[in-house]
């Protein structure tokens, strides 16, 4: 059992930065795959981007791809995302999602066997 909670969400301008964090508890994060994820009303959750277990490899959705940096810390049971030249289209709730024993990076939401409850983001124009 993982169990996840994000932080770091927030209202901000457009063009800021943020950092989002997820902190794992439960099992030891060390073989397991975590990605973020984000949603708005009325729409399917969709892929943010991924990292696997020992960060040697990532994913990044392509209209996301240079603002978007994900790393984790496996001692720390921790996972985040640099997020820069926020725009108001990220407007969104977060969330983290992990699947245990799995050393891929995983970009679709049915790999995740586990999720958080999601932090919003607000970029105002």
């Known amino acids: 059992q993982v169990h996840l909670v994000e932080s770091g969400g927030g209202l901000v301008q457009a063009g800021s930065s943020l950092r989002l964090s997820c902190l794992a508890s439960?099992?030891?994060?060390?073989?397991?795959?975590l990605g973020w994820f984000r949603q708005t009303p009325g729409k399917d959750r969709e892929f943010v981007a991924a990292?696997?277990?020992?960060?040697?490899?990532?994913a990044y959705a392509d209209s996301l791809k240079g603002r978007l940096t994900i790393s984790r810390d496996n001692n720390k049971n921790t996972m985040s995302l640099q997020m820069n030249g926020l725009k108001p289209e990220d407007t969104a709730v977060y969330f983290c999602?992990?699947?245990?024993?799995?050393?891929?990076?995983?970009?679709?939401?049915?790999?995740?066997?586990?999720w958080g409850q999601g932090t919003q983001v607000t970029v105002s124009s």
């Open positions: 990292i696997n277990y020992d960060s040697s490899d990532s």
């Open positions: 999602a992990a699947r245990r024993n799995n050393v891929a990076v995983g970009t679709d939401v049915d790999f995740y066997q586990y």
């Open positions: 439960g099992d030891t994060i060390t073989y397991v795959a």
